[in-house]
């Protein structure tokens, strides 16, 4: 009961665990952290906000909005007395509705189960193409552009390059690819550690820093880099 109360007028709502079962680890990070995007989070926890959502007949998908709700508010709770909330309904919805492709007694991908969660979560709100369809969309729905051209041979002469260049085979092309998160890959460790062992990825910080000039214009939602653009070749087979 001490526990309990001191919990409950010393710690901030929100911040709870979540059960490990067995193996759903991996769901429970994915999980933690949408509860913490304010517009989600928001969302879900008031129930009469997806309420009014209808399914047709006999598509039962609802349910896990439903039961992403009955989370949200349980980790939200401010009178909840466990520093732990079971996300068991939560996990069995998910494990009905992906035809066990992502369980709780086996490990998995969590950016697939981020990926697949986030679309389900869409699809069960009516959610459509757009931007303004559901609570994902209009969260996370961004918009890249990308730049792609045809390279000349590498050994032909300037002039020739240049020449070719200005033909409408070698012209740029823009399109727009929808996304709804963005991964960025973690460089390797180093091959030495410092002097107290705990610097052990001392460069995460410079590519987080490198990040800093990544603009997502939340006016118009299209990523850009404020120095211009990122060059990427690639083969084509």
């Not at 989600?40 to 926890?45: P, T």
């Not at 792609?148 to 740029?172: F, G, H, S, W």
């Not at 990040?211 to 939340?218: A, E, K, M, S």
Request: glycine share 4%; with cysteine; aromatic share 10%.
């Amino acid at each position: 009961m001490y526990v309990g109360i001191y919990r409950l007028y010393n710690s901030v709502a929100g911040i709870v665990g979540l059960n490990n079962i067995k193996a759903n680890d991996y769901c429970n990070v994915v999980l933690q952290a949408l509860s913490h995007v304010t517009p989600i989070r928001d969302f879900f926890l008031r129930e009469q906000n997806y309420a009014a959502v209808r399914r047709p007949p006999g598509d039962s998908a609802f349910l896990l909005v439903q039961r992403f709700g009955e989370l949200m508010r349980k980790l939200w709770n401010p009178r909840n007395f466990k520093t732990h909330v079971s996300p068991h309904e939560m996990l069995q919805a998910v494990v009905l509705w992906s035809a066990k492709r992502f369980q709780f007694t086996s490990q998995g991908d969590p950016i697939d189960f981020l990926s697949w969660f986030l679309n389900a979560l869409h699809r069960a709100l009516n959610g459509t193409r757009r931007q303004d369809s559901s609570v994902v969309h209009r969260t996370f729905l961004g918009h890249m552009r990308i730049h792609t051209r045809k390279i000349p041979p590498v050994d032909l002469e300037e002039r020739e390059k240049r020449r070719l260049l200005q033909l409408d085979e070698y012209a740029v092309e823009v399109t727009e690819s929808p996304f709804l998160y963005l991964t960025c890959d973690l460089p390797p460790p180093p091959l030495f550690k410092d002097e107290i062992l705990e610097n052990i990825i001392p460069q995460v910080s410079e590519r987080l820093r490198s990040l800093d000039h990544l603009v997502l214009d939340t006016q118009r939602p299209i990523l850009t880099l404020e120095n211009g653009s990122v060059n990427m070749e690639f083969n084509r087979w």
